[in-house]
């Protein structure tokens, strides 16, 4: 029997396409296109499975166009928000994540936004390029110490604890919502919040880790970040569609808030002009998981999911439908 055939959605690291080429018989993106559901359908004729990633809406119409020959789809992401996963249980389709191996590399970004965010960083830098420097003075960039601050972490998976972790290492003070209690092993000295409300009036910095989707667009609008003490900065690595970003901005704007730092939008690559116009907010491109080390490792976790299912006609690891 010949290779199963596995297409690959978007351009992969050379060490995952390499594996993915000897595995299977591959179809590979190497120019990046990015392709609309008709035409990931289009080529997924005659495939076994599909490697797709975060930007790649697989939605109840693509999943029902896809041909019956698709067992398995394993996104290059943790997160499943692009993809209706109802719809592909429905289709019997196989779906797998890579949980685990980017948790470090995004607890790094989110450590950064927040250094940035306390520290004014971006428009620091900003300033320094523009050749508006003139001198050290005792006032200029004032920021915040984040030492002996409350980190409120909303959503203390493992993104969440790895977060946490890192911060107490700047002498940060953990406070954290979750679905449920972790185990106290696991809480390693965080404080619990049994409500969303306790936790935004504890944190002096707020750390988003909820997933994207309906049930949690817009998490934080008006009404919660009027909760947050004055002075607070909020920073999300987790989904941009969590934020309602006309009253952030406006939370921002008004001083409510010192800061924040953003690694996802609603609706990214666009990100709303509003933010743009700010010095107190500091921007990044989608950058959670961008290391040489955990885009391999991502790779790598989503091809043993199809492996699994497609190889071996076994289990899905990480099998989210
Ligand atoms: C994820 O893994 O969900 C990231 O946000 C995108 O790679």
Known sequence: MGKPTLLVTRHLPAAVEARAARDYEARLNPDDMIWSGEEIVRHAAGCDGLLVAAGCRMDAATLGALPASVRCIATFSVGTDHIDLAAAKARGI????????????????????????????????????????????????????????????????????????????????????????????????????????????????????????????????????????????????????????AALIAALRSGHLFAAGLDVYDGEPKVNPGYLALENVALLPHLGSATVETRDAMGFRALDNLDAVLLRGAAAPDRVA
């Open 94 to 245: 196989v779906v797998a994540n890579t949980p685990d191996v980017l948790s470090v590399a995004t607890a790094e970004i989110g450590m950064l936004l927040i250094l940035m965010a306390a520290r004014r960083g971006g428009e620091a830098e900003r300033l320094v390029r523009a050749g508006q420097w003139h001198g050290w003075t005792p006032t200029q960039l004032m920021g915040v110490t984040l030492e002996g601050k409350r980190l409120g972490i909303l959503g203390m998976g493992r993104i969440g604890r790895a977060l946490a972790r890192m911060a107490r290492g700047f002498g940060m003070e953990i406070h954290y919502r979750n679905r449920s209690r972790l185990d106290p092993a696991l809480e390693e000295g965080a404080i619990y919040h049994d409500s969303d409300e306790s936790l935004l009036r504890a944190a002096q910095v707020l750390s988003l880790h909820i997933p994207g989707g309906a049930a949690t667009r817009h998490w934080l609008n008006a009404e919660r970040i009027a909760l947050l003490p004055k002075g607070a900065i909020v920073v999300n690595t987790g989904r941009g569609t969590t934020v309602d970003d």
